[in-house]
C-alpha cells in the first residue's frame, strides 16, 4: 500500500464515522466552521490580558501562523491534491467547500501554529488547546473537506513554525536581559 492509498484509507476510516455515528455530524461541522472564532477571540482575550508574558505569546503566535501558512504554501508547490469529496466517490461531505489545492489545511496551520504557541508558553489548560487542535484536525476529516496527510503536514508545519518563533522570541528575551545588565544605572555612576 502507498501513502495515497494509505491516506485514503484512512479518511475513509474516519469520514464514514459519520454515516455510522450521524448524532456527532452537527458538533463535527459546528467544530469544522466555527471553532476559528472560538480561537479568534482566544487570541484577543490574551492580547488585553495583563502581563507582557501573554502579549508576546500572542505576537508569537500569531506569527508563526505566518511562517506556518508560508511554509504550507511552499510544500503546496510540491504536492497538490484537491479536496477528498472532489476526488473520491462516496464521501460524506458534510459542509461546503471550494474546490482547491487542501494540501496542506490552512485552518490546521492556524489552529496549531496558535494552539502550540500556547503550548510552549505553558498556559493553564495547554493540554486542552492541543486536544482543540487535533479535534478541528479530525473534523475537517470528517466532514469531507481535508485527507489525513492535509492535517498531519499542516500541524506539523504549524508546530515547527510555532517552536522556531519560541525559540527566537526566547533569544531576543535573553539577549534583552543581558544587555539590561551590562548598563550602568545613575546610582552605579555616582552622580
Not at 505569546?57 to 511554509?71: E, Q, R, T
Not at 482543540?132 to 492535517?151: E, M, N, T
Request: with cysteine.
Amino acid at each position: 500500500m502507498n501513502v495515497m492509498e494509505l491516506n485514503t484509507d484512512i479518511f475513509y476510516q474516519i469520514n464514514g464515522l459519520g454515516k455510522e455515528l450521524p448524532f456527532l455530524d452537527m458538533p463535527m461541522m459546528f467544530i469544522a466552521n466555527y471553532t476559528l472564532y472560538f480561537l479568534i477571540l482566544a487570541v484577543i482575550f490574551y492580547s488585553f490580558n495583563r502581563g507582557s508574558q501573554n502579549r508576546v505569546m500572542v505576537l508569537s503566535a500569531l506569527a508563526s501562523v505566518a511562517v506556518g501558512v508560508l511554509f504550507g504554501r511552499v510544500a503546496g508547490m510540491f504536492h497538490s491534491n484537491n479536496q477528498p469529496f472532489a476526488e473520491l466517490p462516496n464521501v460524506n461531505q458534510l459542509i461546503e467547500k471550494t474546490v482547491d489545492n487542501s494540501f496542506p489545511s490552512d485552518h490546521t496551520i492556524i489552529f496549531f501554529a496558535v494552539c502550540y504557541s500556547f503550548f510552549l508558553y505553558k498556559k493553564p489548560g495547554r493540554y486542552m488547546w492541543m486536544a482543540l487542535a487535533c479535534i478541528v484536525g479530525i473534523s475537517r476529516i470528517w466532514v469531507g473537506v481535508h485527507y489525513p496527510g492535509d492535517i498531519l503536514v499542516g500541524a506539523l508545519l504549524a508546530m515547527l513554525s510555532a517552536f522556531l518563533l519560541y525559540i527566537l522570541v526566547q533569544k531576543m528575551k535573553f539577549s534583552n536581559r543581558k544587555k539590561q545588565v551590562e548598563i550602568p544605572t545613575a546610582k552605579e555612576k555616582n552622580y
